[in-house]
């Protein structure tokens, strides 16, 4: 039984598999020749909100096959309390396969032990690997390939974005350059493991420097919303602009997870210069989890 719960769980060469068939999956959109979920009903099973991954998730299901029951976890049991392993061995008797959206990694990896059933981690705190993989992929679109590329996360450097983004660079052959605030960097335990290719400082310019890509994420993610206020006040300078995008490499693309926030992590200047890049981001994640959905049914 294969699922996907983090990047770092993950192998470099099932990633690249699956780059390999997003990029299939994409060309193929409209005619596709298999149907590889045909007849299983997949259930989505969110506490947290989501406009992309949701609607990426629920029409990726259809046009490879299958139906999908998306289901707020405060309209289900779980909101009342139920346990997570508990609701997977019920929903695992019924369903074919779950897309998970919550706070605590530990749910989906419990998920998935007790559901029996495929499961994808669809955003936890600890990670968010569906975005991850549609961005290498839109990297390899935009520029041809993420291999030797320089990756620039500014920002909040230890949400969940920036995590996966470093198991990704820790086994696939890129560099990663996080600029944050010391309170904002990914821990020391994630860091011992993350290997030669990532890098962490609190100079944003240096960090910039010369970067195929600068990437960013809300300064304030889902479930953090107390500290906004001290949020704003530490992030506040790691943002995207204009000026910082003239030291970055010629070219180089401005990405974005989104939803953004302009003003804060990014200026409207820039997110609408680059918006061809960010909303084809935002599409790629259809495809991806396509392709995603298609290998872990394989
Ligand atoms: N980037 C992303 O996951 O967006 P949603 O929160 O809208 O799903
Ligand atoms: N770090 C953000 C990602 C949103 C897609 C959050 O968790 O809210």
């Known amino acids: 039984?294969?699922?996907?719960?983090?990047?770092?769980?993950?192998?470099?060469?099932?990633?690249?598999?699956?780059?390999?068939?997003?990029?299939?999956?994409?060309?193929?959109?409209?005619?596709?020749?298999?149907?590889?979920?045909?007849?299983?009903?997949?259930?989505?099973?969110?506490?947290?909100?989501?406009?992309?991954?949701?609607?990426?998730?629920?029409?990726?299901?259809?046009?490879?096959?299958?139906?999908?029951?998306?289901?707020?976890?405060?309209?289900?049991?779980?909101?009342?309390?139920?346990?997570?392993?508990?609701?997977?061995?019920?929903?695992?008797?019924?369903?074919?396969?779950?897309?998970?959206?919550?706070?605590?990694?530990?749910?989906?990896?419990?998920?998935?032990?007790?559901?029996?059933?495929?499961?994808?981690?669809?955003?936890?705190?600890?990670?968010?690997?569906?975005?991850?993989?549609?961005?290498?992929?839109?990297?390899?679109?935009?520029?041809?390939?993420?291999?030797?590329?320089t990756v620039t996360f500014i920002g909040d450097g230890a949400c969940n974005v920036p995590v996966s983004w470093i198991w990704a660079a820790s086994k696939l052959n890129f560099k990663l350059r996080i600029a944050a605030p010391v309170p904002f960097q990914p821990s020391k335990e994630i860091l011992a493991k993350a290997g030669p290719n990532i890098t962490v400082t609190d100079d944003i310019a240096a960090a910039a420097d010369g970067a195929d890509v600068l990437y960013t994420d809300v300064w304030v993610s889902m479930g953090m919303e107390k500290e906004t206020e001290y949020r704003l006040a530490q992030l506040a300078g790691y943002q995207i602009n204009t000026e910082l995008l003239k030291k970055a490499a010629p070219g180089a693309l401005a990405m974005h997870c989104l939803p953004a926030y302009r003003g804060k992590e990014i200026t409207d200047e820039v997110l609408e210069a680059h918006a061809e890049t960010i909303f084809t981001e935002a599409e790629n994640r259809l495809h991806a989890q396509k392709a995603i959905l298609a290998w872990l049914v394989k």
């Open 1 to 149: 039984m294969k699922h996907l719960l983090s990047l770092e769980a993950l192998p470099a060469s099932d990633m690249v598999e699956i780059l390999a068939m997003t990029q299939k999956i994409k060309a193929e959109r409209g005619h596709h020749a298999e149907l590889p979920l045909k007849g299983q009903c997949w259930g989505l099973i969110f506490s947290k909100s989501s406009t992309r991954t949701r609607v990426s998730f629920e029409v990726g299901i259809r046009e490879l096959g299958g139906d999908a029951l998306f289901l707020s976890a405060h309209d289900i049991q779980l909101g009342r309390g139920e346990p997570i392993k508990d609701t997977a061995r019920v929903m695992g008797r019924m369903i074919h396969g779950a897309v998970i959206r919550t706070f605590a990694q530990q749910d989906v990896e419990d998920f998935a032990a007790y559901g029996n059933i495929p499961t994808i981690n669809a955003l936890t705190d600890a990670e968010h690997p569906c975005q991850i993989l549609a961005d290498l992929f839109t990297i390899q679109e935009k520029l041809g390939t993420y291999e030797g590329k």
